[in-house]
T-cell receptor, first 113, second 112 residues
């Protein structure tokens, strides 16, 4: 069985500052990893995903994440955030053999002017 | 094309009543998921359907919860004898072989 831990429930940051949202997972098998974003009053949408290959994954809106197998982490980063990045971010994991996906509790990113 | 749709968008019900929540996935998507999102709790996996395989019901919190998917398309999540702790947003998602899940807008259930 897989599990996901998002280490920060809330992350306040000033506009144009860098940000890192942390995600750790546990699994006894190979995994796929995802970050989803939920903007205020909107549905969830995929930000980026790691399936295989390069451990550095680039997504939409300038976000990227790095898969670190030895540390079982998949932290999300952006070098310079905008007010419009204010949203809730969910890390998720699924095993490569099936479709069942486990989500973390979410990290609320609040970008201040 | 059309995305995942869910109905109703809001449902208020009295404790003890049964409710049915509906999900229309993206056409051609073989996998369909149900999640529950409670305030500050993230997404809780409930059940998923994949093609003609038996559904994975491992996330259903009690036997009051059930779901079916007819004809490999529309799905209904049924909650019997609702309790106040069932109040949450119920999200449906579908996916194809790309694994990425496409989410619907959710149904906000309030049990009074």
């Amino acid at each position: 069985a897989q599990s996901v831990t998002q280490l920060d429930s809330q992350v306040p940051v000033f506009e144009e500052a860098p940000v890192e949202l942390r995600c750790n997972y546990s699994s006894s098998v190979s995994v796929y990893l995802f970050w989803y974003v939920q903007y205020p009053n909107q549905g969830l949408q995929l930000l980026l995903k790691y399936l295989s290959g390069s451990t550095l994954v680039k997504g939409i809106n300038g976000f990227e994440a790095e898969f670190n197998k030895s540390q079982t982490s998949f932290h999300l980063r952006k070098p310079s955030v905008h007010i419009s990045d204010t949203a809730e971010y969910f890390c998720a994991v699924s095993d490569t053999g099936g479709f069942k996906t486990i989500f973390g509790a979410g990290t609320r990113l609040f970008v201040k002017a | 094309g059309a995305g995942v749709s869910q109905s109703p968008s809001n449902k208020v019900t009295e404790k003890g009543k049964d409710v049915e929540l509906r999900c229309d996935p993206i056409s051609g998507h073989t996998a369909l998921y149900w999640y529950r999102q409670s305030l500050g709790q993230g997404l809780e996996f409930l059940i998923y359907f994949q093609g003609n395989s038996a559904p994975d019901k491992s996330g259903l919190p009690s036997d009051r919860f059930s779901a079916e998917r007819t004809g490999g398309s529309v799905s209904t999540l049924t909650i019997q004898r609702t309790q106040q702790e069932d109040s949450a947003v119920y999200l449906c998602a579908s996916s194809s072989r790309t694994i990425e899940q496409y989410f619907g807008p959710g149904t906000r259930l309030t049990v009074t």
